[in-house]
């Protein structure tokens, strides 16, 4: 059955993409609305408050953040890496470019994690300011989306990659589409990293 | 004097015209509209229906009145907004009235009720604190600051003398609701956390109703205040009669409703426990 | 070009698909987790006609208590608890619950699933040519995420203290106050937001990348454009909703404060909590959703008229360029208007004049739909079957509906009309008689397609008739109730002197709603009836021209023996010299 749906491994000859890539496009564009929503929510309330706002620098652990910034931004690029090896055939190292990726996700979320129980130490919660509630919010979603992220990933590596005997374009396009969405991942950070914590 | 009925409400309001001259042009428009293209579509209906003899035609055929009817409906929407809608918004909710000669009241919603605040001879509104508020001091009032002392507050009630402005500061306690008092052709919700304003001018005396417009709990169908238009001497007097008396101590009688110019249909006996 | 690349498919291919996948599957597979998009759309009709028959149960419980409120409801009364209606008599709790729940159901357990869900998901691949959704697994998991929320919503009844009573808009703080009913809530929409994001990925996929050869844009029935433009108005507007609805969640749960404003005093008690939010946020991410969310559950409706009146006035639609812009007109327009819910928030001037201009413009591409699908009746043969009746009533009923819009969107009516029945009458015109009258014109158009049976005409035409008659009889009175400003969402309307002399109205409208629920009896029975005894019909029962009806019937797993290939336009009717009054959109001779 599912034979008879085309464009699964072979782009469509007019849009020029498979199936998978129209449908992570279409699920990014949806992201981005809920994303964009939140955000517009942080500019209002912001903007609500006045200058009873606090300064993210002054009371979040900026060294860890940029840390995690280069952690999420390296592990961009061993995921194009990853990609990037399935094109060359090689299986191998596609492998170690995507364990790569996992474990630099891991590593990020160990460090938010660390910032998360200081936090907590000093008894700062969700409920202390509405600062804390969009940092906590908007932060812990994104770990979600990292979660999420090392899930797919994860399936990619084990279980998933048998289908690169079978059809090696599908499961191309497949590594291609969870690529797409760990970078959409990394660029949410890229804007919540200046926007929570040094604005 | 028939106040309510099956069309509009009364409308004792100096400004309230305007807005049922809107409602009345649109819905005069609408009836025209609908009407012409009712009996189009029923005469379509009938002389296409399906019978021997009778085969539909291939042409599309091309209609220039439809589309003369829409640049036509378009442009009917263009003076409402340019004509009407614009004007009639200004003069209801931007253009406010002169503060100084108009009567200044605060409204605070609260789950079930208004509390009516008046500056009192001072014209001046005392401070008030939430951490105050109680059964017995709705408002919060600081009875302490000196402009406090001259001030009426009153729940569910609100008075205004007939021909002068009243600009009503609106705010909530709790929850959103909505100020309405449908003679008055006002509506506005209170939204905590918002500073809300109205104004209006009552060309009558009468007895009517204040309604809360928006879902603001179980209690929402009862909140019911009373709006009394009256006489300014009227108004002035019972302003007097309200005044407390130094030094100042809450008012009790406040809470006590008025008679009601309308009989309520009884309370349902599980409503008494919202 | 393509002509070779289909026949390299073969008819041996797809049938093969078609013996080895469709009858072997065991039945949980064929029927309970089936990948199968028309099986999927019977799930999702299945599913969302049973909702809708609820959610009309609740409002037809509702509806004694807006006409003799505080008396016991009659017979059944006595089989509710004493949480909800002691005595028989409705609390005012149990009343707010069911109107809030009416609101949900209706809305996004009843009418979206049925018109997209159901009708999208059996009809747009079949229309397009496809032998499936693009994505068959997101597809099962689209329905039975979307069976968890509704599972969720019907679960919150039994909780204690209810279900979520803060109307189906949950305006904060009254929501955020509320009992554990509004979690409930909560969850089960994230449930539905996620179902709906699925599925509306897998509908402009499967239309961008699955049709057939020759089934270009131009000849895309108008069905598949509505579902197309409605696909990303779904995507796209629930996002924020969900984000919303996060926010929420956080306030209940973790007690933050996003629409909670500092310094609340609920009971004379002042709420703990940081304060600093603010409740005005809600209604703009709740109406940045909800409005296109009307165009969600509208445009579908014009597509399914739109398919049923080409077929029977068997003649193509007039201006179907016109129709197809001014549906991707609307699609645009509706991101921009959200704000006219909201005039009398005190939002400022501008914005308010701006939003009362984005609602005017977009009331002129609806008057465009109207239009043309009224003039494409003109020059036809009319066959008055029961789909067409519903879908011709569709046009006043829609017409009415889109005409009582104009004075709500103009903010200086809308001071008068705002948060009165007559909003509750306006919008019911466009939903009930409006867009339910087009699915119900949808199932008995499509039901012989689905079983290889035709619904009986006779019980049609009487459940058609009745429906008309007390759609009118429930939603017209609360005009006249709105314009004597009779507030909605009122336990007991009498309270206020302004609304006593309409009471009557009330009455009439509960009596015509009961009627109404009567007038259901007809089509349940004829459902039911005619799948195991109505009529058998050959494939084409309507001849009509669009590509599902060339498809064996019922259609099996592959759909089409041979992948189709399109030749022309989606409504060659009556083409002169032809040999029949119906020129299918895949039929090869030139003649």
Known sequence: ?199 | MQKYGWGLPIDISANGWQIDQLIIIIHVFMAILFVGWFCFFAYTLIRFRQRSGHKASHHVGHFKLPAYLEVGVALFEVVLLLGFSFPIWSQQKVVKPDEKDAVRVRVVAQQFAWNVHYPGVDGKFGKTDPALMSSSNPLGLDRTDPSALDDISITNQLHVPTGRNVIVYLSSKDVIHSFTIPVMRVKQDAIPGHAGELWFQAKDAGDFEIACAQLCGLGHYRMRGFFISESPEKFEAWLKAQAPKPPAVPKVAAQAAPAAPATPAPVPSGAAHV | MSKNAVNGHGPAAAHDSHGSHGHDLPFWQKYIFSQDHKIIGMQYGLTALLFLLFGFGLVMLMRWQFAYPGQPVPFIGGLFSDDTMPGGVMLPEFFYQLGAMHGTIMVFLGIVPLAVGAFGNYVVPLQIGAPDMAFPKLNMMSYWLYFIGGCVMLASFFIPGGTAQSGWTSYPPLSVIAGQGQTFWLIGMAFLINSSLLGSVNFIVTIIQLRADGMTFNRLPFFVWAQFVTAFLLLLAFPPLMGAAVLQLMDRLAHTSFFMPSGLVVNDQVVAGSGGGNPVLWQHLFWFLAHPEVYVLILPAMGIVGEIIACNTRKTLYGYKALVDSVIFIGFMSFIVWAHHMFLTGMGTKMSAFFQVTTMIISIPSVIILTALVLSLWGGSIRFNTPMLFAVAFLPMFGIGGLTGLPLGLNASDIHLHDTNYVIGHFHYVVAPGTIFALFAGIYHWFPKMTGRKMSEVLGKIHFTFSLIFMNGVFMPMFIQGMAGVLRRMYDPTQYAHAVPTQPLSVFSSVSAWCLGLAQIPFIFNFFYSIFFGKKVEENPWHATTLEWTAPTPPPHGNFAVAPQVYRGPYEYSTPNHKNDFWPQSMRETN
């Open chain 1, 1 to 199: 059955m599912e034979s008879l749906i085309k464009h699964i491994s072979k782009p469509h000859p007019v849009t020029g993409v498979t199936n998978a890539k129209l449908g992570t496009w279409c699920f990014l564009a949806s992201e981005i609305m809920l994303f964009g929503a939140l955000f517009s929510s942080y500019v209002l309330l912001r903007v609500g408050a006045g200058t009873a706002w606090p300064r993210g620098s002054d009371i979040l652990n900026v060294p860890l953040a940029t840390l995690n910034t280069l952690v999420l931004i390296t592990s961009s690029v061993t995921m194009v890496m990853a990609c990037a090896s399935l094109a060359l055939k090689n299986l191998g190292k596609y492998r170690l470019y995507m364990g790569a990726t996992i474990l630099l996700a891991f590593v990020f979320l160990v460090v938010k994690s660390f910032e998360y129980g200081h936090k907590f130490e000093h008894h700062h919660f969700p409920s202390t300011s509405t600062f804390y509630a969009i940092y906590f919010t908007l932060t812990g979603l994104h770990g979600l989306h990292v979660i999420g992220g090392i899930v797919v990933n994860t399936y990619l590596l084990f279980p998933g990659s048998a289908l690169w005997k079978k059809d090696p374009d599908q499961f191309m396009g497949r590594v291609e589409a969870a690529g797409l969405y760990w970078h959409f991942v990394d660029l949410v950070w890229i804007f919540l990293f200046p926007v929570l914590y040094l604005l």
